[in-house]
């Protein structure tokens, strides 16, 4: 993340992944990979291209997607984390 670029932060939930970042609209969004990878070169490939990002491992309400230029978190749908976000 260019450190002109304000830190990322949750804007909203969404449904199913977002085409383009809510944050800045670049394209792609990676999707998050979470638990330890296999070493593929097709997921080498693929995290180059920015279309995955891992993740580590994976906690309650964790992010689904991730900005492959800012690093805007975006979460997926749910009642909890909805509630938890707009109390």
């Not at 097709?42 to 900005?67: D, H, M, Q, T």
Request: proline residues 10%.
């Amino acid at each position: 993340m260019d450190s002109s670029e304000s830190t990322p932060k949750v804007i909203k939930t969404y449904a199913s992944k977002p085409r383009r970042c809510p944050a800045c609209g670049h394209s792609p969004v990676a999707t998050i990979l979470y638990g330890t990878p296999a070493e593929l070169p097709v997921l080498e490939r693929k995290l180059e291209a920015g279309l995955i990002y891992f993740g580590g491992v994976r906690s309650l309400n964790g992010p689904a997607w991730r900005c492959s230029k800012c690093g805007q978190n975006v979460y997926p749908k749910t009642k909890k984390l909805d509630s938890d976000l707009n109390p």
